[in-house]
């Protein structure tokens, strides 16, 4: 569905792109690309802030309420996997795409993005699951 637009294209400004990097994981290979864990060492620098130190996330890092969860499309996305949670969307088609579950077969696929053209909700996966049809 390439006619829909969404609501309103704003500009996402992300308040930090870096990850956040796990205290001393530049001295272990185990711990290297591994997710944030926060301090809890009683003597710990970066617990205790102080300067020089790895930043921590907190919540003045937050993104825009209007803008978070947006996609570089426009549209916040939803997973859908039946005809019935797709119809929740058609009130919502400028704001909300939908995403067709991974584990929906390609029958309800099929029926899903018929559906979604008819509602005029854009599909971000469309074409996933696919073939062309030989006896057509």
């Not at 500009?11 to 990097?21: G, H, L, M």
């Amino acid at each position: 569905m390439a006619g829909v637009t969404p609501l309103s294209k704003r500009t996402v400004v992300k308040k930090r792109s870096k990850k956040f990097a796990r205290h001393q994981s530049d001295q272990f290979m185990r711990i290297r690309d591994s997710s944030w864990r926060k301090p809890k060492g009683i003597d710990g620098r970066v617990r205790r802030r102080f300067k020089g130190a790895l930043p921590m996330p907190s919540i003045g890092y937050g993104s825009n309420k209007k803008t978070r969860n947006v996609h570089p499309h426009g549209f916040k996305t939803v997973v859908v996997s039946n005809v019935s949670e797709l119809e929740m969307l058609m009130m919502h088609n400028r704001t909300y795409a939908a995403t067709v579950g991974h584990s929906v077969s390609s029958r309800v696929r099929r029926e899903i993005v018929e559906r979604a053209e008819q509602l005029a909700v854009k599909v971000t996966n469309a074409n996933a699951k696919l073939r062309a049809e030989e006896d057509a």
